[in-house]
């Protein structure tokens, strides 16, 4: 759950100084609790955890007025900075769960311009590891606003100054890609079978640096007979490729089969 809840709709149930008219007691309402956070007029809902509506999200000013104006309850907000950026994130933290928001420098400075901590992750990143690769990337979602993220390649000395957060091995999938040619092999994040992936599909997994083979189990070179032409088909391109003299050569020259 991803919504903002307008400046405008709070006119009127809003007074100066960010109190509330004519509002319910602070409590849970019965679709969950709402909190403020000091750097927006947007409030928080986190619900209760089920499968109809699980977690926290920004709420609706429909929902908050079909729970009857309910008092948010100031959240608990603590800021982080990220050792490789100035990005400034709040980690707004619920009973039960939480989300991260990126702060502009307008908001920064209207929750009174506060030290963030450089040394803990924001409680929506995630460092990941896949077995082709000993990089470790981070994934930081940032959530105010749109459903992206922020992809990096922590250095060893970052990981330990975030005190050597746990990684998150991802041992089922990898990324490869042959010596001679730039596509990458990777498991395809809807069938889960690997083959060659698009670009958004890379850019999506962190971008993480591809072992290099020779070549592919499975992999085949052929030609037809009375042509000159040779195929690769294999991993890398299963619809099948026509190399160029370069490319049969840097494979290692291989005596094609009959297609």
């Known amino acids: 759950m991803n919504r903002s809840l307008p400046a405008l709709a709070l006119v009127g149930a809003l007074a100066l100084g960010g109190s509330l008219l004519a509002a319910a007691p602070a409590q849970a309402a019965a679709g969950g609790t709402y909190y403020s956070v000091p750097f927006s007029d947007s409030l928080i809902l986190e619900s209760s955890i089920s499968a109809d509506e699980p977690g926290i999200g920004y709420a609706s000013f429909a929902e908050w007025k079909a729970d009857g104006f309910p008092r948010p309850v100031p959240a608990d907000v603590e800021y982080r900075v990220l050792p490789w950026d100035s990005t400034v994130f709040a980690d ?3 009973t039960h769960s939480g989300l991260t928001a990126t702060l502009s420098g ?4 209207r929750a009174g311009s506060p030290a963030p901590t450089r040394n803990v992750l924001p409680i929506s990143s995630i460092v990941v590891q896949y077995p082709t690769s000993d990089e470790l990337l981070v994934r930081t979602g940032t959530l ?3 459903d992206a993220a922020e992809w990096h390649t922590m250095t060893f ?12 091995v991802r041992a089922e999938s ?3 890609r042959l010596a ?3 596509t990458i092999v990777g498991q ?7 083959g060659p992936i698009s670009y958004d599909t890379w850019l999506d997994a962190g971008r993480p640096t591809p072992k290099v083979l020779q070549a592919f189990p499975f992999d085949k070179y052929c030609s037809t007979p009375g042509s000159a032409e040779i195929r690769y088909i294999g ?3 299963p619809e099948g490729l026509a190399l160029t003299f370069r490319q049969w050569v840097a494979a290692g020259s291989r005596t094609p089969t009959a297609c």
């Open 92 to 94: 707004v933290i619920g």
């Open 106 to 109: 307008a908001e920064w400075r």
């Open 144 to 146: 105010w606003g749109s």
């Open 157 to 168: 000395a970052e990981w330990r100054t975030l005190g050597y957060p746990s990684v998150d």
């Open 174 to 176: 990898g990324y490869s």
């Open 180 to 182: 001679w040619l730039e």
């Open 188 to 194: 395809d994040p809807f069938t889960g079978e690997d």
């Open 235 to 237: 991993m890398a391109a």
